[in-house]
Each structure stands twice: as C-alpha cells, then as structure tokens.
C-alpha cells in the first residue's frame, strides 16, 4: 500500500540535474528558486533574472544585501563574475528571442498537450503573469515543477486544464514529487519514477494518459 | 551642452496632473523614484492612469511598502497597467470592487510596448499570449507557420524614472537590477522626470557607458540623501 | 536682369539660423553636414550621427583621428563633452521615435506636396536610401537643403516628384539658394528671399505654386 | 562562468559555409571584423547572403579597401541585404550586370529586422518606406490614423562581429561609433564570432557596462595587433 507524502525537495534535486555547463536558466519563483541550491559543483549555468540580470549568484550576507540588486521576487541577490545588468526590454528580448534554455516554472494545471495555467483563479486570486507568459512562450524549453497533487488529492497534471492558461502547448518536462515526465503528441511520456512509486500506481493517480517509456527507471534521488 | 533644471521632488510632483498617464519606473520597487512618489502621495493628484511593471509591495503586517504602493493605497490611479500585483493585495482588491481598472500585460510585452512607443514602432508581432485571454480582442496575424499577437504601443504624458547617476545635461547612468523598465520610459513620455542619488559634470560619465542620453531627460530631482 | 549663381554657402548659412538651443539635430552628407559651420555661437544644438551618436563634434585635427569614430560619411569625427554612443537599433529608435527635431538632408527632386527624392535615379545611380528614409520619416521637422536648379537649369522644386521617393508628404521647409520655403497644403510658401532675387522672380522660376507670405522678407544673409 | 574558445581568424572564416546568411558588423567599415573578413576573402567560400549596414568603400583611386569590401570584390555574395551601396561602385557594378542580387533596405528598418530576429519578434510595424518603392510587396495596416509597413525580422547563420574588448566568457564592450549593428547582429545569428582588440578576465568588465551579454557570444578571435 503506497501512501504520497509531498516532498518538493525531491522536485528541485531532480530538475537540478537536467542542465549542462553553459545552459541559460530562469527560475520562477518559489519552488523552481530552490532549484539552484541542487545544481551539481562540476555543471555552471548563467541564470537569467528576468528584472535584468545574467549571472544571478546567492543571496548576499545579512548586513550585505544592495537596494538596487534584487532578484524577480524582489528579495536581496547577488550577481556572480562575468555576469551582467540590462533593462527589462533586453531581459525579454532574450527570453522572446529564445536565448533561454530552460525556463522552470512553478503550476497551478499543467496538460498533456502541454499547457500550462498558472497565473490566475478567476474570482480567487489573480496576481497577474508577471514574466511567465513571455517565459513559457520564448524559452527553448519549459519546465514545470510541481507537487503531484493539489491540497484536495487531485491531480495537477491534467488531460484538460481548466483554469485560464498561461501559454498553449509550450511545456516540455514536468518533474513532480512521483517523477520526470515528458509532455508530447497530447500524452505524458514517464521517464523516471521516484521511490516508493511504481509507474503503474502513477498512471493511476495522473489525470490524463501516461505513457511509460521502455527506459523508464527508477530515480536514484531519494 | 543643454544644463537641465534641478527641481525639488514637490516641484516634480506638481508636472503631474489629474487624468494623466504617467509611466513609473521600478520592479517591486527595486528602481523606483521613492522621493517624487512621497511627494505626488502628499499632493494626491488623482484619476490617474499608470504604467509600471508591478503595484510594487504593500504588505501591512511587515510594514513594507515600496514604489509605487502608497499612490495605489491613496487611490489616485482610476487605471493601472502592469504585469503584476500578487504583491499589493490592495490592487486586487480595488480592482474586485470597482475602484479602479487593471489591465494586466504580459512583462515582456509591456516593456516591448513602452520600447516600442519611444521608438516609432506602431505594433509589433509577439508570440507571447497566443491561445491565452491575452489574446481577446487583438488581431492575431500568422507569418509562415507561426501565430502572433499584434501589440500596440504604450506611451505616456509624464515618465517618473530612478537613475543613480546623471551629470548635469541629465545623462544617466543606472544601477544592478534598479535599471529594469527606467531607460523605456524615458523614451516613450512627453515629459521625464529623473530621480538621481548623484549629479556630476558633464564629462564625468564615459560616452561610451551612457544609459539614457540626455536628450530624453526634462527635469533631475535628488534622491533622498543623493549628492550634487 | 537676375542672373542666377549657384550659392551653397547662403543654404547652409540660413539653416543654421533655424534652429534654437537644445535642439536635437541630424545633418546629412554634403551640403547639410556644411550648415554646422554656421551655427550661431550663443545656440548650443545637439547634432545626431545615425551611425550611433549624440554630440558629435568638430573635425578631429589631424594626426588625432580614432578609427573608431566617425561620423555618418566615415570621416574622422569627434564627441562634445555629454554626448554618448548607442548602436544602430537605438539610433533609429531615436530617430523614428521623433527625438530628432530636424533633419537635414540633400534633395535631386522636391515636391508642393512635401515628397522627396534623394536616392535613386533608376538605371543610373543607385548608392541606396542609408537612413534617409527614416530620417525623414521620423525626424519632426524635415529640412530640404539645395541648390534651387539643376545643372540642366531645371528647377528642383517640382510640381510633382518623378524619382522614386525616399519619403511621401514629411518636408516641412526648404532652403535653396534663392529662398526659404515652408511646405503646406500642396504649396510653397516663400518665407525669406535671397538677393538679388525677387518673389516674383522665384515664382517664374519654380515648377510649382509658390505663395508669397504676407511677412515675406528679403534675408539679411549675403 | 564558461569560458569561450579564442581561435584564429582562419578557423573563424571556416566556420562560414557555402551558401550561409552571414552577418557582418561595421558602417562603412567602421567597426568590421577586419582579420575575420580576410581570411574569409582568403578562404574563398562563396554564394553567401550579405547583411550589412552598406558593402563598405572599394575605392580604387584612392587606395581605400574597407569592411567587407574586399569580399564583393571576391564576388563571394550571391545577394547583399544592405541600406547603402554608393561608396562601393563594384557592388553597384554587379547588380546592374545581374552577378549580385541587391536589397535595400533602409538602415533603421534594417537595425530594427536584426533586432527583431534576435527578440523574438515575428514582425513590426514602420512608417519608414510608407508611399515609396519599399512599400511593394509588403503588409500595409494602418492603426487609427497611420499607415505603417509591416518588415519581418531577419537573422542568420552566423554574425561576424567587431569588439573593443571582451572577458574571457565573451561579454563585449563596443567604443564609440564602431558598436552601430554589431550587438544587433550578436543576438540574431546562431553562431556569433567576435573580433576583438583586447581580452581581459572574467570579472574585469563591470557588470552594469557590459553592451553584450557573454551568452551570445561563441568564439573570440584576437584582432591584428590586439592583446590578451
């Protein structure tokens, strides 16, 4: 008897191993910031900050925190050697243009056809999209992290969204606590499994048709 | 060179008037011309529209309230076009009730817009919003096989930007992150106002390394605590 | 009997009386970039170089030339103290945004109805519209700088235009070498006249409906 | 930060294959990569798309060889994208004898096509070239009142550009007039080479004066006399 117990850490570690040294990444906020602190020594990809930076380094020491250097959350960073400063229409001519690798992004329904509604509950809470539109359309490819299941037990990853979209068919990969998906010709193609999930009790919980690749395997992330 | 006037932030302020669009620079207040914001707070001109990226931070329980914040606060925007207010409950909740329209644009293509509305440009094609509620009520063009948005240009009657740097023909130099949305503005506003923390002669600042030329600056006010 | 004598040197003298301090300024290659000289010293205007700079100054001595400044005909240049540099997406930016107060640029035909023809002669030359297109396109005062005649002894000032046009309906104002023009409502309106020209004389010699202003004035330039 | 190969200028020209859109900074030679456009003329490689500001000065009188006028010279184009052929009467020649195919394009309709290739852009609207020969062919809208031409982004297979200097990961900073297309063409090509007069390390370059981020860039090759 399997029992989900969410675990976001296991979220952020497995997308931190997606990229290759020189890879272009932007990360959303909240759960996708946290991907940073997973990326192995031996890989060095530039994060892109969409408020105008390139080189997004830590967070700077208490007492050390600048006024004018934030990240998109608005909380105090740091900018790492060889890094760089520029307005926002820079910022999303670099994301529109395609010069991001990998975009990771936070959902509140993600699809099978690859769409992504995250911005807005109509009637609930409607923050605005920020940057997201212009990341999910522009960056090469997109990344959705997500907890497998919402508060209630139903599942994120749908076969429909519902809720107003974000972008139409632009998500590549969905890394959720249960594991590494695919999205691709309207299915979700698993391509790793998290302990103590077995690939049948995921298509079981998912929302929408898994397909579980011949080379599925098991993460060794714990 | 042309010497631009140094004004008070009072004085700054007052070049706004009621019914204007007024463009603000800052990212959640990161950028934010603090000093001409507190003053056009004190004056209270209202029926505003305003173009910023965000409704900055008002968040009561921490005591934190940046950019633009207090003018939302005092209801003097019967309008807001930004890309985010997730971070100013009081945006969200003027907008469930009525008292004020917020148009929510896509970042990029709000900054693409103001870009476009400094330099001629009378739309521009973007793939951004394709098949989302962005989409309503633009004309959807396709070029070879892809499908775009045509978006228009966002100008404005007066721009309130944050430089950290000008000499005295109001070149400007910015800082870190505190650039953002500030340089578009000063191209797309009949009137720019440049809040400063330090002023030098002209000659100081490389030509090379010039952010803003001169040529869109109309007025410099110093920042609190800035330095002639 | 008036005798005609070509004049370049009164075009570029009245121009330069046009403008007043703080005045953003893009003088073209030839004639126009001679009205810098002339300029009075108590008007301080801001000349632009579409090849990417604000501020440009006076010829460099020689021996001082940097290959890495030059003005729009790739000659040696130099840069007033407050000018800057931008790239060329910025440049015409600026330009087509209608920073430019007004441009001045060299003229094979004008019209009555303010179109110009300054870059092509089919079959003949064809050295291509560089950034006068958008310069006249964008800039808020068009200013067409030219010798009244052809060599032919053909006015230059048309009725209509037969060259392929650089711009459609943007020339405000006309300088040649027997007057100063404003373009309006399919009409020259002769400002100022050079001596020892008459109206009337202009009015025989224009290939088009000239219009003497109520305050028309013989030019204290000689 | 990743650092970038630094190789020589004949390893750069061998990365331009038969028949690629190549991109090529400077204005009137002003700002070219000069080590790379020789050993390109070197290399020979031909049926070549050219876009370029102008084809440079071929004056033969006066002994003045600029920019990438030695390779029209090597008729290594097959068509030239630029907004200026005047101060080159070859290219002149070999349009008007069908050799060459000829484009041209208005500079800042031109400068605003890389960009948009760059950006993301799929097409922008310009009343440059609205009522003239420019116009044929083209998408005219017209938005409230004005008419504007719709001009489609272009980019290419690799960008020939010039710096001042570079970091060793690749952030360029221009000097003065010689920036003009290059940091244009440096986003809009899928290999981008820059030419460069000095290189220093990673870190040496302030981050708030960086004209191109390092990300664009693939490969440095020193310019002639240039120092590392």
């Not at chain 1, 509140?108 to 990341?135: F, R, W």
């Not at chain 1, 990344?143 to 519902?162: D, N, P, Q, V, Y």
């Not at chain 2, 009081?90 to 293509?109: I, K, Y």
Request: net charge negative; glycine share 12%; with cysteine.
């Amino acid at each position: 008897m399997i029992e989900y117990v969410e675990n976001k850490d296991i979220i952020a570690r497995r997308i931190a191993r997606i990229f290759k040294t020189g890879d272009v990444v932007n990360l959303g906020i909240g759960l996708p910031t946290y991907v940073a602190n997973f990326i192995p020594d031996d890989v060095t990809v530039i994060l892109q900050s969409e408020n105008g930076m390139m080189g997004l380094g830590p967070a700077p020491k208490k007492g050390e925190e600048d006024k004018d250097l934030t990240n998109a959350g608005a909380v105090p960073a740091t900018v790492l050697p060889g890094g760089c400063f520029f307005d926002s229409a820079t910022s999303f001519a670099i994301i529109r243009g395609g010069h991001v690798d990998y975009t990771v992004l936070g959902v509140l329904e993600v699809d099978q056809d690859g769409n992504l509604a995250n911005y807005k509950i109509p009637g609930k809470m409607v923050p605005g999209m920020g940057g997201a539109m212009d990341l999910v359309a522009g960056s090469r490819i997109v990344i959705a992290a997500t907890t497998h299941f919402e508060k209630s037990g139903a599942s994120k990853l749908k076969r429909h969204c519902t809720l107003p979209l974000t972008a139409a068919n632009e998500v590549n990969l969905i890394v959720t606590d249960l594991g590494y998906f695919e999205v691709m010709g309207g299915k979700y193609y698993l391509l790793e499994w998290f302990k103590p999930y077995t690939p049948e009790w995921i298509k079981e919980h998912t929302d929408g048709d898994v397909v579980v690749m011949s080379n599925c395997q098991c993460s060794d992330i714990e | 060179m042309v010497i631009k006037p140094v004004i008070g932030a009072d004085a700054a302020a007052a070049l706004v008037k009621k019914g204007m669009v007024v463009h603000v620079g800052g990212f959640l207040g990161c950028g934010s011309p603090d000093a001409v914001i507190a003053a056009l707070a004190k004056a209270g001109t209202g029926s505003l529209t305003l173009v910023c990226n965000d409704t900055a931070i008002l968040d009561a329980k921490n005591a934190r309230v940046t950019g633009v914040a207090p003018l939302v606060a005092n209801k003097q925007f019967e309008r807001v076009i930004v890309s985010h207010i997730g971070t100013n409950g009081e945006t969200q909740r003027q907008m469930n009730s009525g008292e004020t329209v917020v148009d929510l644009v896509p970042q990029g293509t709000l900054a693409e817009r103001v870009r476009a509305a400094g330099a001629g440009i009378g739309g521009f094609l973007t793939p951004t919003g394709v098949g989302t509620e962005v989409e309503e009520g633009k004309q959807v063009l396709t070029i070879g096989n892809k499908v775009f948005l045509l978006e228009l240009p966002l100008g404005g009657d007066i721009a309130l930007i944050k430089a950290k740097r000008a000499d005295k023909a109001g070149n400007l130099q910015y800082a870190k992150t505190a650039r953002n949305f500030n340089p578009l503005m000063a191209t797309a506003c009949a009137i720019v106002v440049a809040e400063v923390e330090e002023i030098v002669e002209v000659g100081e600042i490389d030509p090379d390394e010039v952010h803003t030329p001169s040529i869109f600056v109309d007025y410099l006010v110093m920042a609190q605590g800035g330095k002639a």
